[in-house]
């Protein structure tokens, strides 16, 4: 007899095992009765073996498949990550399906109606019907195979299914070559030296696996180079996936390569229908895609034919998974480059530690621009100290007065503030009572336009008290300025200029964010106002002032990823202004002029900045010169996460070598959400192997005490936020 052992989309470390009485392979999906109801499952070993008394073991009710689910490459790439990040491999299976495909949905197209001549139309002749002008078209069009359905209204097809010359068949749609008829659109922009050398280096290596870094200075024509070379992928018949971090940036992204490219593109984000995402999903495996673009999860696409693997904008956090199975994309991408052997291009401003380490060590081959592309020139930076300055919205007189004098020219003006929101805090000026979410324990976010509460860590909205519940005052106040604050405040100050905010309350609509980008790019005076949507890659050539409004925080931080995130955005919003012809101009307003790592930025820019922070980091045994995992555990009452925690802790150092270090457990920086106070337990070890094998024994462990079951707990390898 033979056994499937089954993987489902469960949270549990096992897998399922079923009697198998029909043909099947491995990693085709099943249907299979689990408890009391039906489930999907993918088949993920075949033999004869079983721990459980085979008289209790339920059969398979049916295959689902033809063929396994995944190609081999994603198979093996979704084996690996569910080992190295020690996560449950039917979660994992099903994370890379799309949501039809996990529902059970034929990983197939939907078959479509096609009119065709019956054996009798065939034989008919054409012009034995004189009068009947329309059918004899129709007739003529379908013997020579030129139909156009919409030439024809639905009763000349009736009249001659009528008399039984054609007929109505169901079938599959045709698969379309793009190879046959691809041609790449000419351009008149010139490259320079180090964007050409770029290219050589990568299309010399392009049938064989490499890492290669585009590190270039904002501005340096990165998605030109990026261009050029998917242009010889494409002319060799392959196909190519390029990962953008965000939705914001695939609209700019898939249209400057439709200009570029005559092949068919697909886009793969979560703002897509369940039945879209199937649609490119089927494209891609069938070949008849030539690119797909697409944030994260598009990195588990399957292709008939892949020729690279482009990551843009690879030190962003984005690329990180946070909740549910926490990988990192590009991480992953990597290793799906070298399964799959074609070469991954990972091109950023501002080039993650981790990465440059690896660039440093030359793992990665590095290839760089430093200069601005065309006859761009880098922005003239500067800091505006605000002490003792008067803030209206945020926006001291210096900085109004830059913002009029660029508004003046005709230009536009960025202003980036990463606080969404009219105020972060609802305040009774007489007894002090301040609005908070009673699942979080932090303040909500007074947003007026919609004159609602809103909490930003578990998105539970909450509507504005009309009075203090604590001293029945009604004088509330907000506290603090975000996004829509300044917008209005701008309004009043510049009422004859176009105004712009864009952040996650302006875009969620379907359109919005390409409608504010179409109209920034009509040019004229304008303002733009914005989180870090705005900082990500988009191409404003009539920005000349960028204003940097609040950003102090970021300083000092008790994370010690803090300043390298604050040194890539700093870097990424001050790269919008002056990207054309026009001259630009950054402008940081700060309380701490003197500040180490603002002087570093400005005076000597992100590269420097780096190669300190990776000797600090190699002094203090920090991530990239260790290696992390983060164990999080949470519960409803505060009791059983701290002690569960700590049965882990005293398990490790009893168990483990003297090499892992342990801190915690401890209160996570946001010690509850939702409802849910959560720990953690951060351990950190300098060989990653040996730090997989202690998670190995630790999770089996685990899942036999009893204390897990009382608590969510989760394991984030390699984590970036604490």
Request: hydrophobic share 40%; proline share 5%.
């Amino acid at each position: 007899m033979l056994i499937a052992h089954v993987a489902l989309p469960v949270p549990l470390h096992q897998l399922y095992d079923y009697q198998l009485t029909m043909p099947a392979q491995i990693g085709m999906r099943v249907k299979v009765p689990f408890g009391h109801r039906d489930a999907i499952g993918i088949i993920v070993n075949i033999d004869k073996h079983t721990d459980v008394d085979i008289s209790h073991l339920k059969s398979i009710k049916s295959i689902v498949d033809e063929s396994p689910i995944f190609n081999d490459s994603i198979w093996q790439l979704l084996n690996w990550a569910a080992s190295y990040y020690h996560y449950p491999i039917g979660e994992v299976l099903f994370h890379a399906l799309p949501i039809l495909l996990r529902q059970g949905r034929a990983a197939s197209k939907d078959e479509i109606k096609k009119w065709q001549l019956t054996e009798l139309g065939k034989q008919f002749n054409i012009d034995s019907m004189p009068r009947a002008t329309k059918q004899k078209q129709l007739l003529l069009a379908l013997k020579n195979d030129t139909l156009q359905e919409t030439d024809f209204n639905s009763a000349v097809y009736l009249a001659l299914q009528k008399k039984q010359l054609i007929e109505q068949v169901r079938c599959l749609p045709d698969s379309t070559e793009w190879q046959t008829c691809y041609s790449t659109n000419t351009t008149t922009i010139e490259l320079n030296a180090q964007q050409s050398n770029a290219i050589q280096s990568v299309n010399k290596q392009i049938d064989n696996f490499n890492v290669f870094l585009l590190e270039g200075v904002t501005g340096s024509g990165k998605t030109e180079v990026y261009l050029n070379i998917l242009s010889h992928v494409l002319s060799m018949g392959k196909q190519a996936l390029v990962l953008v971090p965000e939705i914001s940036l695939t609209p700019q992204t898939i249209t400057r390569f439709k200009q570029r490219f005559n092949a068919p593109i697909d886009i793969l984000h979560s703002g897509l229908t369940v039945k879209e995402r199937l649609g490119v999903w089927l494209r891609s495996r069938n070949g008849e895609t030539a690119i797909v673009v697409g944030t994260r999860s598009s990195l588990f696409t399957p292709f008939k034919e892949l020729g690279i693997i482009i990551i843009d904008e690879e030190h962003d956090s984005s690329y990180k998974q946070q909740e549910g199975w926490r990988y990192h994309a590009r991480d992953l991408a990597i290793i799906r480059a070298k399964i799959e052997n074609v070469p991954i291009l990972l091109g950023s401003a501002t080039p993650s530690l981790e990465t440059l380490k690896n660039a440093i060590y030359h793992k990665y081959q590095l290839l760089q621009l430093t200069e601005r592309a065309g006859n761009a020139t880098l922005a003239k930076q500067s800091i505006l100290d605000i002490r003792g300055l008067n803030l209206d919205a945020g926006l001291s007189q210096p900085l109004i007065e830059q913002i009029q004098k660029h508004l003046f020219d005709n230009n536009q003006v960025m202003l980036f503030l990463n606080r969404r929101g009219f105020s972060p805090l609802l305040i009774c000026h007489d007894c002090g009572w301040i609005a908070e979410c009673p699942r979080c324990d932090r303040p909500y976010t007074y947003h007026h336009k919609q004159h609602k509460l809103s909490c930003h860590h578990c998105d539970t909205p909450r509507a504005v008290p009309q009075q203090c519940p604590k001293c029945g005052s009604t004088h509330l106040v907000p506290i603090g300025f975000g996004t829509e604050q300044l917008e209005k405040r701008l309004e009043v100050l510049f009422p004859d200029i176009k105004i712009s905010r864009i952040d996650r309350d302006t875009v969620s609509k379907k359109g919005a964010l390409n409608n504010y980008l179409h109209d920034i790019q009509q040019g004229g005076a304008h303002i733009l106002v914005g989180t870090q949507i705005l900082a990500k890659g988009h191409h404003f050539p009539d920005v000349t002032l960028v204003g940097i409004i609040d950003v102090d925080g970021a300083l000092f931080s008790s994370d010690f990823r803090a300043t390298e995130r604050f040194a890539q955005i700093y870097t990424q919003v001050s790269g919008r202004a002056g990207r054309a012809t026009k001259a630009g101009e950054v402008i940081l307003q700060t309380y701490h002029p003197d500040h180490p790592l603002l002087n570093i930025l400005l005076n000597e820019g992100y590269q420097k900045f780096a190669s300190v922070t990776l000797h600090e980091r190699q002094l203090t045994q920090l991530p990239p010169f260790s290696y992390q995992v983060l164990i999080r555990a949470a519960d409803r009452n505060n009791r059983y996460a701290p002690i569960f925690l700590q049965k882990i802790h005293d398990w490790l150092k009893a168990n483990c070598d003297l090499g892992l270090w342990q801190l915690g457990p401890m209160p996570a920086n946001q010690a509850k959400k939702a409802d849910y106070h959560r720990w953690q337990l951060l351990l950190q070890h300098t060989n990653r192997k040996l730090l997989q094998k202690i998670l190995d024994k630790l999770i089996l462990n685990i899942e036999k005490w009893g204390e897990s079951s009382r608590v969510r707990w989760n394991i984030d390898v390699d984590p970036v936020d604490y």
